[in-house]
């Protein structure tokens, strides 16, 4: 595919390498690329409620539902609620703590992997931009 001059291209093509490229790490604990957001945020932000998790990753309301519903009948979320409110809140099991860090793992060396030929200041550029052209979280 000629991605020259389409940056839709390039988003497509980095987003394809990046699934690729976990798909067999995150099988080592039973994940699937579809969960990995929902495993990271929430290893970020424990006792998070699924509200907060729906915001933050721009899902419906079904999709979270089913995604958490999942993800605590695999193992990898507990659902607790606590007792001053009504709300449930998530929180990584020890299998969901694994995954995490796989997770983590696996954005750092991709991203080595990717930006090996790029001095400290390209990076900053390029990140720059990144957060210039769109809703790129900051660092």
């Not at 958490?68 to 695999?74: T, Y």
């Not at 995490?100 to 990717?114: G, P």
Request: aromatic share 14%.
């Amino acid at each position: 595919m000629d991605r020259t001059g389409y940056l839709s291209g390039y988003a497509t093509w980095f987003y394809k390498d990046f699934a690729a490229y976990t798909a067999s790490r995150l099988q080592e604990v039973g994940l699937n690329f579809g969960f990995l957001y929902q495993i990271l945020y929430v290893g970020k932000h424990p006792d998070c409620s699924q509200g907060k998790l729906k915001e933050a990753l721009k899902m419906d309301w079904g999709y979270c539902q089913r995604s958490v519903e999942r993800l605590v009948k695999d193992g990898f979320l507990k659902k607790e609620k606590s007792e001053g409110d009504r709300n449930w809140h998530l929180r990584l099991s020890e299998k969901g703590e694994q995954a995490f860090e796989i997770s983590r793992r696996t954005f750092e060396e991709w991203d080595q992997k990717k930006l090996a030929g790029l001095s400290l200041d390209e990076k900053e550029s390029l990140f720059a931009l990144l957060r210039k052209i769109g809703s790129a979280p900051q660092s």
